[in-house]
């Protein structure tokens, strides 16, 4: 593994859920790869997997902005929420 950038050896995600979940990402050679173990070989991500990860991350940020711009969220016009029960 030759470093070719700053990016190389970078953990992106990194997840342990109970007994056999886990996922981990991992730059390698400038090149996202992902394993399933923790010991597990390291399998390069396809240009499909990468332009699926893409769009749904650009998902997500929309949804965020919507949320983060939306009228009843962010005005400070409207009164406080009030909890009745």
Not at 55 to 66: G, H, L, M, R, V
Request: net charge negative; glycine share 8%; hydrophobic share 30%.
């Amino acid at each position: 593994m030759s470093e070719t950038n700053g990016l190389d050896g970078l953990v992106i995600f990194q997840q342990h859920e109970g007994f056999g979940m886990y996922h981990e990402e991992r730059v390698i050679d400038g090149k996202l790869f992902w394993r399933s173990l923790p010991n597990g070989q390291w399998v390069e991500y396809t240009n499909e997997q990468l332009t699926r990860k893409l769009q749904e991350a650009q998902q997500k940020k929309t949804s965020a902005d919507f949320y983060e711009k939306a009228p009843w969220w962010t005005n400070p016009d409207l009164p406080p929420l009030k909890v009745t029960c």
